[in-house]
């Protein structure tokens, strides 16, 4: 939020740096977009904070290169910044039922990442004990 409280009062280094997160999305999307014909795009993670300095950005940026903004819609995640949290759950609790041996390999990579957060979530869910 303070960033984004900090380029409606007119700090300029925060609002270039909003526009170049807008510009270098608009790159990728431009290039996504005919590809995948989206219905709309869902935007995540930290990028929900800044949404609504970020979206109007993103829209002026696809439209310089020539996307009809019109044909989808962009919006944020309701996941917030936890988008990864849920993936890594998802991920887990799919190993866990499909791959039940390799439950432990995922746990060594995730604590191998520094992940242990996401261990912690995972092992609490699935009543593991982890030495």
Known sequence: MRSSRRAKNGDEVVFKGIDLIAQSLAT??????????????????????????LIPRLKHHLERKNKDVSSFSIGTSALDTDAALFGAYILAQDELFNFPHSISKLFMILLNQRQVPIVKLCAIKYNLCLH
Not at 31 to 48: E, H
């Open 28 to 53: 990728t999307l431009s290039i996504l977009i005919p590809i995948l014909d989206p219905d709309r795009v869902i935007l995540g993670g930290y990028a929900v904070r800044i949404s609504d300095l």
